[in-house]
């Protein structure tokens, strides 16, 4: 059944910055002394895996959740997309189970059985109902511990991620995205889309994915997240059944070379037959550890990640009907990530929305933000949390990445503190520290003949 | 809508997604964690109201019977105009007011418009579910329509549908089946509605709109969440019941009448790979057939071990991605649709093959019995992960009522999905995935058109 929403979709690209800004609003919540506990157990098993336990009874669902700390940020340079190759084929074949054998008893069971690569991290998950969680760890740890790699797997999952590279370049969105990555991150591994370009994915062996395979994951770069209607004592019993065995790997070498920020002023017009522009604006960002991201987290939603309480959804959508959604995001990745405006408008209005979005980025530097819109921002980021803590998958997802992030589960008490003592001054500076109107990457996708791009 | 994530899926969102997020309510347990409790005001707004004391957060909905399916000629896309509409601003609220109230309170908003309904919702802090129904209380009779604010939102509008339909080859695939499958139901034009239309809409329009179908009696209130229904239940009456009941909303009057012979049509513009549709035109939850529709579907399309799936993507390679979908909470009999992304290199004309051909296996050979089992413990399954969510909880009920099937026809759902057989699969397969019953459309890819500028233009501003 065909259905419109009134406001725009965001993709999900940039979990790790939303989960963990909402995270922790809870304890302050309203003031209301609501606040849930969240109060997972953590150990590490004697062959280094860091687990994650947190019992959540009320429904019969037990969610198992593996981040694996690798991701396409360690793929070799000409190789873009290994590790996305490599999560790919993690649910094709187990040295025990055929693809399908997998897919039949994953499914049998009414569960789900997934692996993703991102650009620090990878995540492979089994969420099950109570009574099959047996299951549920076993098909997780086969395809963590033993993936077969098939020939003939490895074949048909390259080429269907070849397939949907060229699907993908029907998303105007998409294609932006990719130009926009290439110019902020030149020279650095996060310029490559996860899942690499035909190019690179073409020049990958199936001994490259074994190579892979065999240095990044080994159990010390794994947390094991574990959430639902399971107790403590069965998890660490089900964990030592299905992951003793696994073998301490090799120390890893990372690559945490950091993105060097753009120079000058550069843009990129690509040619669609399409009836909007798709607008692309933005520059280097920040890490997800760095001091100033909670001033940042402020900032941004002020300035456009704050629905339609931000500045830009006001200026573009509602008071000049130039577009249906608009947005800025900062993606804070382990490495300083990016930070970016996107929207769609007609193609005659291109030059409109550009001017407004810069004039937006000025605004916010030039003058301090005022005292209302500096409190309703905290207070939505305050009171928030518990939105985003509501279901059992979510929650796996949030504690892999706090324990990824480093930042402890005092990060929880201590989240409120960081939030509340951003100032107005704060919010300027970090927006002249953060933003710039002169020295950015601009990318367009539409028809340009008529959109006469003039920055 | 908001829930699905990766690029992929996203753009089949406007075809699967909707309806796929919707179908996925519609297979149920009775193993509810917590029944709704149910009451029906004075006025005769319905209120469904779950308590989930799992977490301090709930969600409050308003769900409108009123859809595109309620619009006439000339005026596609009237409710959903409306919905952007309603947050404009009342005497009491002024514009703007109501998303930032919510926002400050830690709170979000939003709403959505279907085919069959219109709905509005708040997710926040359990302490604040008053302020979201004082809020909807509030613009159910209160909304003020300005001139000024209805130029301004056509056009934002207008840039939704170029985004979702202009410039999205399968959204304008989608489209295009749903008119060529109904020619005189309103499930022949789009919910967002035509240009012509969109520009054409007026203030007296929406006015009249309003009128009709937001009132109390064509409305259902779900709350679910951690909540106490005796307290809760006592402001609500405070807040709804002054609200006068409306006038009944008169049922729509065209019927698609059956469809006598398959319709195809192809639809040709720039994009990168071929995609196809079949639609067939089947029952409702109204209907017996219902319930072995829905496992026909989840044999065909749920999981990678599905016989679509493993055929198509798996085996011949000759499909992207390929899906089936069956909405049984639809108002009015809808479509029981294929779609299959066409691999590069591939014809879509052997995608339709494949795709005829596992429907003709289906239609020789009943499904094995593990296959039945599978599907209905995927039922089953899905229905306690859904009820993960406080938010999809509430859409599955309120959908329910919406569609008119009500919200106790889901435990009778699931319940009558337990005694679906093999035989009764291959009956209903034979019966409405016939030739005759369908309309096949499919995307053509040409080349762009050629651009005046060169393909890719990079250009070194001033540092």
Redesign the interface.
Known sequence: ?????????????H?ALTLLMAFC??LL??G?G?A?EIAPTKFVSANGITVLVLE?H????VEIHALIKTGSAQDPPSKAGLANLVASLL?EGTTTRT??QQ??Q??????ALEANASEDFTTASA???KKDVDLGVTLLADMLQHPAFHKQEFE?IR??L???M???????G?IAMKAFNQLVFHGHPYRWPVNGTAETLNKITLADVQAFYGREYAPSQVILAIVGDITLEQATTLVQAHFGAWKKGAATTRNTKNPSPI??????????????STIVLGHEGLSRTHPDYYSVTVMNYILGA????SRLM?SI????????GIMSHFDARLMPGSFWINL???TETTNQAIAGVLSEIKSIRDTPVSDQELA?AK??L??????R?????KLAHVLAQVELYGLGFEYFQDYPKWIDRVTKEDVQRVAKQYLDP??YALVVVG???KAKVK? | MTWLYSQHIMRLSWLAAASSLICAFAFTSPALATEPREFILSNGMKVLLVEVPKAPVATVQVWYKVGSRNEVMGRAGLSHMLEHMMFKGTAKYSKGTFSRLIRKNGGTDNAFTSQDFTAYFENLASDRVELALELEADRMQGLLLDMSELATEREVVKEERRLRTEDDPQGALVEALFAQAYLSHPYHWPVIGWFGDIDAMTLDDLQRHYDTYYSPNNATLVVVGDIKTDSLLHTITQLFEPIPRGPEPKPIATMEPEQKGERRFLLKRDAQVPFVMMGYRVPNFTSEDSYALDILDSILSHGKSSRLYQSLVYEQKSALAVGSEYSVLQADPGLFYFYALVSPGQKPESVEDALHREIKRLQGDSPTEQELQRAKNQVEAAHVFEQDSNFRHAMLLGQAESVGAGWRKIDQFVERIRAVTTKDIQRVARQYLTEDNRTVGTLIPIPPKQPEAPSTAAQQGEP
């Open positions: 059944m065909p259905t419109t929403s009134r406001r725009p979709i965001t993709p999900r690209r979990a609003a809870l919540a309203n209301s609501t849930a959540q009320f429904l019969p669902i649910d693809s399908k897919a039949e994953i499914d049998f069971i009414g569960g969420r099950v109902l048909r080429t269907q070849l397939g949907e060229a699907s993908d370049n029907d998303d105007p998409h120079e000058r002023k550069t843009v990129q017009l690509i040619e669609k037959d399409l009836t909007q704050g629905g339609f309480s006001d959508r509602d008071k000049q009907g130039l577009a249906y769609q408008t007609k309703e207070s939505f305050l009171g928030s949390f518990p939105l803590f509501d279901s059992t998958a002169k020295r028809d340009l003949a920055y």
